[in-house]
């Protein structure tokens, strides 16, 4: 697969890598500018980029993401974000 998948936290990228090893671009959203720095010095992943941001309100375009990890998948705001699954 390919496509772009999110992370909700600093944390959660740091175990949920393995599991988007098929994705292209990785977005990883967490409210902590040290918890980023702190990431982008751990994780050398040309995939990755880095956002401030969090719910209730994540910085991203409407159906910009294949797959959301980290949120609630019936949050209103990852149902916005998420691209409708293709059959």
């Known amino acids: 697969m390919s496509g772009t998948a999110a992370i909700l936290g600093a944390a959660a990228a740091r175990t949920a890598l393995a599991e988007l090893a098929d994705f292209d671009e990785i977005v990883v959203?967490?409210?902590s500018v040290d918890?980023?720095?702190r990431l982008i010095n751990e994780l050398a992943d040309p995939r990755l980029d880095y956002?401030?941001?969090e719910l209730p309100v994540l910085p991203l375009p409407d159906a910009s993401i294949d797959r959301l990890v980290g949120g609630p998948a019936d949050h209103p705001?990852?149902?916005r974000v998420t691209r409708p699954q293709r059959e």
Do not use: K, R
Request: charged share 35%; no cysteine.
């Open 51 to 53: 956002l401030l941001g």
């Open 29 to 31: 959203l967490d409210p």
């Open 35 to 37: 918890e980023l720095e």
């Open 77 to 79: 705001e990852v149902a």
